[in-house]
């Protein structure tokens, strides 16, 4: 029966126009027996024009047939439409931990079980015509009897009547979203590879989902598409087309547009499909918290086996119990979530874990995985079964404001846990620094000495310099002074006659001389020594030439190295200025107390 759940529709929206005309003549005539017997018969308004009752498909299937309803697929319409009226995304709820706090509600007080009322004794026999009461009077409904409408939606809402109470319930009927929603369609998503990848394994065994590009995975991919432009934060993740594919399962492809779009906004599940995913982790926290204050030993038994939440609950919130229960149970968990929000996932997971303690006291963590992840489907795959279920969900005592409380808590403690990871973190940030501190420390003063040995060194040379320029000065003055003696002593020298023998040397001129005047002659001589003087003078000059000439040598080498050390102390200057720079730019981070 399950694998045929769900209908499709024509483009007429046959069901919906005739329940919305049922109650319309509810409002105008006396009682309901009218709708009741209208509703009563059901198959008829599922039937109209040609579609296939779930019966028929319950048959088919019985007799070993594996066709699907292959007349309703004929007739399911095809959405091609051009205009676009671009509608802003809502703005997200709230913070992480306070995304409970605006997800859409009845003001219901669900601080503990509700009495049962009254006048609900008629809904167990004629249970469309309450409904059709209730969706002809919402609003006046919504104002004096929300107890009362909340009562009635534990107890199931009709299947062929959810198409007209998700949305009401959803505040789903917006005519702008459903223009939203045709522009958005024959846009292109860079997500469609990866939602046509997970079309294929989204309700695989369903007749409407299981035919490859067929009808169904054509209407599922053009809502998980349309969302991905429509909210580009979120995209599209893992998990949203189960609950994209109940809402199909029950209604129109814009219908369940809208209301996919309210579950995610309106409801805050688009917080747990970021890329984060921090909401998941804070509804994680709730559910093992809510465990450890309703049954502790059952808890010690998860901590004391290492069963995380993490491994078995994740996909219970993702995913809404879609993938989990069979499609009965999960309709009517989502009939709970449109109207109690997450708190009705809240007390149908820890009302689960409750029903099933006994099984899971008795097993390891292997065991008590396999059995919250495949054997939850069998265990509540009748009626009775989860509806007692949802039953005792409905009477916990569990109040909204605690969820939120504890909401708080853990991001109080995430706060603190990341408080401390990141003074760690700064912790050991500042070892390495103080670490660089001191080696800039003592390379600096390295440098340091450096620079005053250079500057003494340079000192040095300077003083060598001046000195060396002054014996240089005295030198030349010196040689400057014989210079001109010599030339005065020429001046006053006597008259040495002409001679026409050449001469080339100072003997060959004395003995010329000698000739001449005679080898005793007292001028001779007198010439003689003075001529030995002046060789002598001379040689001296030539050896003090040579020495001034090395002494100059050596003063152009001591310029070129001052020249040279110069250039290299003003490099180590700017060096010693760029780890100073570093030093103070290394105190300047850390964190002032």
Same mark, same amino acid.
């Given at each position: 029966?399950?694998?045929?759940?769900?209908?499709?529709?024509?483009?007429?929206?046959?069901?919906?126009?005739?329940?919305?005309?049922?109650?319309?003549?509810?409002?105008?005539?006396?009682?309901?027996?009218?709708?009741?017997?209208?509703?009563?018969?059901?198959?008829?308004?599922?039937?109209?024009?040609?579609?296939?009752?779930?019966?028929?498909?319950?048959?088919?299937?019985?007799?070993?047939?594996?066709?699907?309803?292959?007349?309703?697929?004929?007739?399911?319409?095809?959405?091609?439409?051009?205009?676009?009226?671009?509608?802003?995304?809502?703005?997200?709820?709230?913070?992480?931990?306070?995304? /409970?706090?605006? #997800?859409? %509600?009845?003001?219901? *007080?669900? @601080?503990? !079980?509700?009495? =049962?009322?009254?006048?609900? +004794?008629?809904?167990?026999?004629?249970?469309?015509?309450?409904?059709?009461?209730?969706?002809?009077?919402?609003?006046?409904?919504?104002?004096?009897?929300?107890?009362?409408?909340?009562?009635?939606?534990?107890?199931?809402?009709?299947?062929?009547?959810?198409?007209?109470?998700?949305?009401?319930?959803?505040?789903?009927?917006?005519?702008? /979203?459903?223009? #939203?929603? %045709?522009?958005?369609? *024959?846009? @292109?998503? !860079?997500?469609? =590879?990866?939602?046509?990848? +997970?079309?294929?394994?989204?309700?695989?065994?369903?007749?409407?989902?299981?035919?490859?590009?067929?009808?169904?995975?054509?209407?599922?991919?053009?809502?998980?598409?349309?969302?991905?432009?429509?909210?580009?934060?979120?995209?599209?993740?893992?998990?949203?087309?189960?609950?994209?594919?109940?809402?199909?399962?029950?209604?129109?492809?814009?219908?369940?547009?809208?209301?996919?779009?309210?579950?995610?906004?309106?409801?805050?599940? =688009?917080?747990?499909?970021?890329?984060?995913?921090?909401?998941?982790?804070?509804?994680?926290?709730?559910?093992?918290?809510?465990?450890?204050?309703?049954?502790?030993?059952?808890?010690?038994?998860?901590?004391?086996?290492?069963?995380?939440?993490?491994?078995?609950?994740?996909?219970?919130?993702?995913?809404?119990?879609?993938?989990?229960?069979?499609?009965?149970?999960?309709?009517?968990?989502?009939?709970?979530?449109?109207?109690?929000?997450?708190?009705?996932?809240? =007390?149908?997971?820890?009302?689960?874990?409750?029903?099933?303690?006994?099984?899971?006291?008795?097993?390891?963590?292997?065991?008590?995985?396999?059995?919250?992840?495949?054997?939850?489907?069998?265990?509540?795959?009748?009626?009775?079964?989860?509806?007692?279920?949802?039953?005792?969900?409905?009477?916990?005592?569990?109040?909204?404001?605690?969820?939120?409380?504890?909401?708080?808590?853990?991001?109080?403690?995430?706060?603190?846990?990341?408080?401390?990871?990141?003074?760690?973190?700064?912790?050991?940030?500042?070892?390495?620094?103080?670490?660089?501190?001191?080696?800039?420390?003592?390379?600096?003063?390295?440098?340091?000495?450096?620079?005053?040995?250079?500057?003494?060194?340079?000192?040095?040379?300077?003083?060598?310099?001046?000195?060396?320029?002054?014996?240089?000065?005295?030198?030349?003055?010196?040689?400057?002074?014989?210079?001109?003696?010599?030339?005065?002593?020429?001046?006053?020298?006597?008259?040495?006659?002409?001679?026409?023998?050449?001469?080339?040397?100072?003997?060959?001129?004395?003995?010329?001389?000698?000739?001449?005047?005679?080898?005793?002659?007292?001028?001779?001589?007198?010439?003689?020594?003075?001529?030995?003087?002046?060789?002598?003078?001379?040689?001296?000059?030539?050896?003090?030439?040579?020495?001034?000439?090395?002494?100059?040598?050596?003063?152009?080498?001591?310029?070129?190295?001052?020249?040279?050390?110069?250039?290299?102390?003003?490099?180590?200057?700017?060096?010693?200025?760029?780890?100073?720079?570093?030093?103070?730019?290394?105190?300047?981070?850390?964190?002032?107390?």
């Amino acid at each position: 029966m399950e694998a045929s759940r769900g209908r499709s529709f024509e483009e007429s929206g046959d069901f919906v126009g005739e329940l919305e005309s049922a109650v319309d003549h509810v409002g105008s005539c006396d009682g309901n027996q009218e709708l009741a017997t209208h509703l009563s018969e059901g198959d008829s308004l599922h039937d109209t024009s040609g579609q296939t009752s779930a019966g028929e498909i319950d048959s088919r299937r019985s007799s070993g047939g594996n066709e699907i309803d292959g007349d309703v697929r004929a007739s399911s319409r095809k959405i091609s439409f051009t205009t676009f009226n671009p509608a802003p995304v809502l703005q997200q709820a709230g913070s992480i931990a306070n995304f /409970l706090l605006s #997800t859409l %509600r009845l003001d219901v *007080d669900t @601080d503990g !079980p509700a009495q =049962r009322v009254e006048s609900l +004794d008629s809904f167990q026999t004629d249970p469309y015509a309450v409904w059709g009461d209730v969706l002809a009077n919402w609003e006046e409904t919504l104002k004096k009897r929300k107890k009362t409408l909340r009562q009635m939606v534990y107890q199931g809402i009709p299947d062929k009547v959810r198409c007209a109470v998700w949305p009401k319930l959803s505040k789903a009927d917006d005519p702008t /979203l459903k223009d #939203t929603y %045709r522009g958005l369609i *024959d846009r @292109d998503s !860079p997500f469609v =590879r990866i939602i046509t990848r +997970d079309l294929p394994r989204t309700f695989p065994d369903h007749d409407m989902f299981k035919e490859a590009n067929g009808p169904g995975q054509e209407s599922l991919l053009n809502i998980l598409k349309a969302y991905s432009l429509y909210d580009r934060e979120v995209g599209y993740c893992q998990g949203s087309p189960f609950i994209a594919g109940l809402l199909l399962m029950q209604m129109p492809e814009e219908d369940a547009f809208c209301v996919f779009v309210r579950v995610m906004q309106s409801y805050s599940m =688009r917080d747990l499909f970021k890329p984060s995913m921090a909401a998941l982790d804070v509804c994680l926290y709730i559910h093992d918290t809510l465990l450890q204050e309703h049954d502790s030993e059952l808890y010690a038994h998860f901590q004391d086996k290492g069963l995380l939440t993490t491994m078995y609950a994740s996909s219970w919130f993702l995913t809404l119990f879609a993938s989990t229960l069979t499609l009965d149970a999960a309709f009517w968990l989502m009939d709970l979530f449109l109207c109690d929000g997450m708190d009705a996932v809240f =007390r149908v997971s820890l009302s689960i874990l409750l029903d099933l303690r006994g099984d899971l006291l008795k097993l390891d963590m292997a065991g008590m995985l396999t059995f919250l992840q495949g054997e939850l489907r069998s265990r509540y795959s009748q009626k009775d079964d989860y509806a007692a279920l949802f039953d005792r969900s409905y009477q916990l005592k569990i109040q909204h404001k605690r969820l939120v409380k504890i909401g708080k808590d853990y991001q109080n403690r995430e706060k603190a846990s990341d408080e401390a990871a990141e003074n760690k973190v700064l912790r050991g940030e500042n070892s390495v620094l103080l670490k660089r501190i001191a080696e800039l420390e003592t390379e600096m003063e390295s440098m340091t000495s450096q620079l005053v040995s250079g500057t003494l060194s340079r000192a040095e040379e300077v003083e060598n310099d001046a000195k060396l320029r002054k014996r240089l000065a005295v030198a030349r003055r010196q040689l400057r002074e014989k210079m001109e003696k010599k030339a005065e002593e020429e001046q006053s020298a006597p008259v040495v006659p002409s001679t026409s023998v050449p001469v080339t040397d100072t003997t060959k001129f004395l003995e010329l001389l000698v000739s001449q005047m005679g080898p005793n002659s007292q001028k001779v001589c007198v010439l003689r020594e003075r001529c030995k003087d002046m060789e002598c003078t001379l040689a001296s000059s030539k050896i003090r030439e040579a020495e001034l000439t090395d002494e100059v040598h050596e003063i152009e080498q001591l310029k070129s190295r001052i020249t040279q050390h110069t250039a290299s102390m003003a490099q180590l200057q700017n060096t010693l200025t760029m780890l100073q720079a570093e030093v103070v730019s290394v105190c300047g981070q850390f964190p002032k107390k």
